[in-house]
């Protein structure tokens, strides 16, 4: 396929600054200084890089809101286009700075002033700030074969994962990225036990808030940008959960008669509660490899109000006595997160190990000691990779001949056909407007 500028223009927000703004993004002061050492600290640990910008913002309190939020939107830039930016350095000896100066020009800063504060703040090699005044034409130029070499620059991910996502996705790749480039929705998942979503709709709109029933999850409401929720009376507000409409559907997997069900990998539990509430009269339990995690579930249950039992997940094994087997046993496999980019654009950044295969069969391994005979696993990933999804299924089966996978058509015939991919689920960005998500019904024969 052929990789035009309207593609590749895709790949960065149009973040329409205040002239203000952009005047500071190169001349020392508060706004460079935090965003140029954020970035330096990212790309010299790129695990941690999620991390090191949430406290980096934390910490800015010299930053006025306006200015916090362009920094951050910056640097989120910057982790979506961190491998696309190198070939323009010029032979700069600070990457970082480099990388912030060319988004800076690609901004708005005119050329020449960017290469004076260069010269006097940074010296040595300048990038190729001309190149900068109009990055998608120099990337169109670059990348215009459609190659996986190129997707892999695009995507900044190693080719290995660039490949996964040809395979997963097709030349409909860029619709992804182009997606993941876009702020995420705000969406909330309404509690059942409180408020239908007809009636949640409804009392939001009343409370001056234009929402709108999810096309995805029959428990979503989708919210305009920025909406806070802190704002809406008491009795409306404790019956909305923030959480994606796609990944509220994996609650709705879960068979409606499960009475003992167990959420593998719960992390902070917003897959515990939607369970709790689709699901008020199971045993609940839920395990994590952190305990930290497991903590933030805790105190989320209480103040949801929702009965769950926990237990740390350490070595193969839970710190405490789970009472039997389980109707249901969900697992939200640790992935590669391909499908959650818009929300965790740094997360492209961790991925030269490639895809956690060998862990996700560990989970699903131990997913078939704990789920009774006729019971059912619901596999899930927020990630569009098929060696994670589909091939993990696969597995899975033939190491044991007694599973079956259950059509999600006869699993959930409730939710909408647009998220049927044959027997398994999967929401994509830019078809559904939601994270991506995969999921599989297995039952236990």
Avoid at 99 to 122: R, S
Avoid at 174 to 196: F, K, M
Avoid at 278 to 307: F, G, I
């Amino acid at each position: 396929m052929i990789v035009d500028r309207d593609r590749t223009a895709a790949l960065l927000p149009d973040r329409a600054l205040h002239p203000a703004l952009v005047a500071k993004l190169v001349r020392a002061g508060r706004i460079r200084d935090a965003g140029w050492s954020t970035w330096r600290a990212m790309r010299e640990a790129p695990m941690r890089a999620d991390g090191i910008l949430r406290e980096a913002l934390r910490s800015a309190r010299a930053l006025h809101s306006r200015e916090r939020r362009a920094v951050a939107d910056l640097l989120h830039d910057l982790t979506r286009v961190h491998a696309a930016l190198p070939p323009f350095h010029g032979g700069a000896a600070d990457p970082a700075a480099a990388d912030w100066w060319l988004l800076a020009v690609h901004h708005g800063v005119p050329v020449e002033t960017a290469a004076a504060a260069w010269a006097e703040d940074v010296g040595g090699p300048m990038p190729a700030l001309e190149v900068a005044t109009d990055l998608p034409a120099a990337w169109a130029a670059r990348w215009q074969s459609g190659s996986i070499e190129a997707l892999a620059e695009a995507a900044g991910v190693p080719e290995a994962i660039a490949h996964g996502l040809w395979d997963g996705l097709g030349a409909s790749v860029w619709d992804l990225l182009a997606a993941s480039a876009g702020r995420a929705p705000v969406s909330v998942r309404v509690d059942r036990r409180h408020l239908t979503r007809d009636e949640a709709v409804r009392r939001l709109q009343d409370a001056g808030v234009a929402a709108e029933p999810s096309a995805v999850s029959p428990v979503g409401v989708r919210l305009p940008p920025r909406t806070n929720l802190d704002a809406l009376p008491r009795a409306l507000r404790t019956a909305l959960e923030p959480q994606d409409d796609a990944s509220q559907v994996v609650a709705e997997l879960v068979p409606e008669g499960a009475g003992r069900v167990l959420d593998l990998c719960a992390g902070a539990g917003g897959k515990t509660l939607a369970l709790g509430a689709r699901l008020p009269e199971a045993s609940l339990w839920a395990t994590d490899v952190r305990r930290r995690a497991l903590t933030t579930l805790e105190d989320r249950a209480r103040r949801s109000r929702v009965r769950v039992r926990t237990g740390l997940w350490r070595d193969g094994t839970i710190d405490r006595d789970l009472g039997g087997l389980f109707d249901a046993v969900v697992v939200d496999a640790p992935c590669t997160g391909t499908g959650v980019w818009r929300r965790h654009p740094a997360w492209r950044m961790r991925l030269e190990d490639g895809p956690p295969t060998a862990v996700q069969d560990q989970v699903l391994d131990r997913a078939v000691s704990w789920v009774k005979p006729g019971g059912v696993i619901v596999y899930a990933t927020c990630s569009v990779l098929p060696v994670e999804d589909e091939a993990r299924v696969d597995a899975v089966c033939a190491r044991h001949p007694g599973l079956s996978v259950v059509p999600i058509a006869e699993a959930a015939p409730h939710l909408s056909p647009a998220i049927h991919a044959g027997p398994y689920l999967r929401t994509l960005p830019h078809e559904h407007g939601t994270d991506g998500f995969f999921g599989a019904v297995l039952r236990r024969g």
